[in-house]
């Protein structure tokens, strides 16, 4: 199997500034360098972006499951990676991962049935499609026995009976729910990166050119397979 490491990708970005007013702020002509921005609002806004992009994919899988022609294996596994991917934004970060969102502040402002839905689900992600935990899947393993009624000799009938039990978690209650729960998100996500935004430039306003261009260029590292047990922030 080839390393996809060691395969080149080319791609030409395109990079577009836009105010906070939505215009496009004054810049000198010629290229403009790009230094990084660090702290905790940086940081965290850097994890909403994340956050945001994971969610797209899950409204993207969501409509995946309008067509019911769909077959019902990849249904499923549409539905799995929603799930999943969605929960992925809540749970508890591993050391040196991205903040979590909060549910009791994304859907704050929400109807109370929004929480209701999100604990439903997520029981769901949690005990039913991540681990096997709860009744929604069950196996069954029985043996065939019959008694002579002369000899009152055992008879057993082989081989052994099995049966997989499997409630599905994807319905279309489970869908809209879900569906509905993921633009309250993105809502939020959007509202909360702006609030950050508008801080975090004041705050910026306040710096010298020396001190915001201390923290260096803007830069990127191609991931790796040597890397990819290490923490971002390592």
Same mark, same amino acid.
């Given at each position: 199997?080839?390393?996809?490491?060691?395969?080149?990708?080319?791609?030409?970005?395109?990079?577009?500034?836009?105010?906070?007013?939505?215009?496009?702020?004054?810049?000198?002509?010629?290229?403009?360098?790009?230094?990084?921005?660090?702290?905790?609002?940086?940081?965290?806004?850097?994890?909403?972006?994340?956050?945001?992009?994971?969610?797209?994919?899950?409204?993207?899988?969501?409509?995946?499951?309008?067509?019911?022609?769909?077959?019902?294996?990849?249904?499923?596994?549409?539905?799995?990676?929603?799930? @999943?991917?969605?929960?992925?934004?809540?749970?508890?970060?591993?050391?040196?991962?991205?903040?979590?969102?909060?549910?009791?502040?994304?859907?704050?402002?929400?109807?109370?049935?929004?929480? @209701?839905?999100?604990?439903?689900?997520?029981?769901?992600?949690?005990?039913?499609?991540?681990?096997?935990?709860?009744?929604?899947?069950?196996?069954?393993?029985?043996?065939?026995?019959?008694?002579?009624?002369?000899?009152?000799?055992?008879?057993?009938?082989?081989?052994?009976?099995?049966?997989?039990?499997?409630?599905?978690?994807?319905?279309?209650?489970?869908?809209?729910?879900?569906?509905?729960?993921?633009?309250?998100?993105?809502?939020?996500?959007?509202?909360?990166?702006?609030?950050?935004?508008?801080?975090? @430039?004041?705050?910026?306003?306040?710096?010298?050119?020396?001190?915001?261009?201390?923290?260096?260029?803007?830069?990127?590292?191609?991931?790796?397979?040597?890397?990819?047990?290490?923490?971002?922030?390592?």
């Amino acid at each position: 199997m080839n390393d996809p490491s060691q395969n080149a990708i080319h791609q030409k970005i395109s990079m577009t500034s836009i105010g906070l007013d939505g215009t496009m702020p004054a810049v000198p002509d010629g290229d403009v360098p790009i230094y990084k921005l660090e702290g905790p609002i940086a940081r965290r806004m850097i994890d909403l972006q994340l956050h945001r992009f994971d969610l797209e994919f899950v409204a993207a899988c969501l409509k995946l499951l309008l067509p019911y022609h769909t077959p019902v294996i990849e249904r499923e596994a549409i539905w799995n990676a929603a799930m @999943v991917r969605f929960f992925k934004c809540f749970a508890s970060p591993a050391v040196g991962g991205r903040t979590q969102l909060s549910a009791t502040r994304v859907f704050r402002s929400e109807p109370s049935a929004a929480m @209701v839905s999100f604990r439903r689900l997520e029981t769901l992600r949690n005990k039913t499609l991540v681990h096997d935990e709860n009744s929604w899947t069950q196996g069954k393993l029985g043996v065939g026995i019959k008694i002579d009624p002369a000899t009152g000799k055992k008879f057993m009938n082989l081989p052994l009976f099995y049966m997989s039990l499997v409630a599905t978690t994807l319905d279309d209650e489970h869908v809209s729910n879900l569906t509905l729960l993921t633009q309250c998100a993105i809502k939020w996500i959007d509202e909360e990166y702006k609030r950050l935004e508008i801080e975090l @430039v004041e705050r910026l306003k306040q710096e010298s050119a020396a001190t915001l261009m201390a923290a260096g260029r803007l830069t990127y590292t191609s991931p790796s397979h040597e890397t990819a047990g290490q923490s971002k922030l390592a």
